[in-house]
Antibody, heavy 122, light 106 residues
Framework: EVQLVESGGGLVQPGGSLRLSCEASGFTFSDYYMDWVRQAPGKGLEWVGRTRHKVNSYSTEYAASVKGRFTVSRDESRNLLYLQMSSLRTEDTAVYFC?????????????WGQGTLVTVSS | DIQMTQSPPSLSASVGDRVTITCRASQDISKSLAWYQQKPGKPPKSLIYAASNLQSGVPSKFSGSGSGTDFTLTITSLQPEDFATYYCQQYSSYPVTFGGGTKVET
């Protein structure tokens, strides 16, 4: 069974940093691209960023709203996906989901974690 | 960036109804479109990919159609568990973008 479990959320002050983790199980983590998607309270979904797998040099893509402040990375030895967030702003307050990118047949997000809440406030 | 516009933002329906939600892309995305269902406090669930392909395990009452810029999600015989918010997503180009959502309520 595919499982994605996020952790690391919490309360952080504006300008601060936080690292989120997503532990993957039930599939060959190294075979898949992985995404982060966020959802501000009462709002819609916003794609944050993506890491490709080793074949594509672990290259990354980001939304303009987080580029230069957030970094997506992965540790394939531990089946972990990370989101390093810095220079946090109040508008970064959201539930952050990690999701698996299906690939090949369709580049949609076929499995999602339960999410972890990040609150940026003084 | 490709803008995804869903309509309507919300709709009122009853059990047994047929519901249609539309999604329009600001430029041609071929069939690079997915649909998701989200219930309160839960993560999104994949329903449809490549515009019309049903995700494994999703009941056939959900169907998708369209290509280019105009897409639809249809739910036949609405059941209580189908009341939720539905999102479209394009993955034709970066950044990946979502529609604003359509809330299906009673």
């Amino acid at each position: 069974e595919v499982q994605l479990v996020e952790s690391g959320g919490g309360l952080v002050q504006p300008g601060g940093s936080l690292r989120l983790s997503c532990e993957a199980s039930g599939f060959t983590f190294s075979d898949y691209y992985m995404d982060w998607v966020r959802q501000a309270p009462g709002k819609g979904l916003e794609w944050v960023g993506r890491t490709r797998h080793k074949v594509n040099s672990y290259s990354t893509e980001y939304a303009a709203s987080v580029k230069g402040r957030f970094t997506v990375s992965r540790d394939e030895s531990r089946n972990l996906l990370y989101l390093q967030m810095s220079s946090l702003r109040t508008e970064d307050t959201a539930v952050y989901f990690c999701a698996r990118v299906r690939g090949t047949i369709g580049w949609h997000l076929d499995y999602w974690g339960q999410g972890t809440l990040v609150t940026v406030s003084s | 960036d490709i803008q995804m516009t869903q309509s309507p933002p919300s709709l009122s329906a009853s059990v047994g109804d047929r519901v249609t939600i539309t999604c329009r892309a600001s430029q041609d995305i071929s069939k690079s479109l997915a649909w998701y269902q989200q219930k309160p406090g839960k993560p999104p669930k994949s329903l449809i990919y490549a515009a019309s392909n049903l995700q494994s395990g999703v009941p056939s009452k959900f169907s998708g159609s369209g290509s280019g810029t105009d897409f639809t999600l249809t739910i036949t015989s609405l059941q209580p568990e189908d009341f939720a918010t539905y999102y479209c997503q394009q993955y034709s180009s970066y950044p990946v973008t979502f529609g604003g959502g359509t809330k299906v309520e009673t």
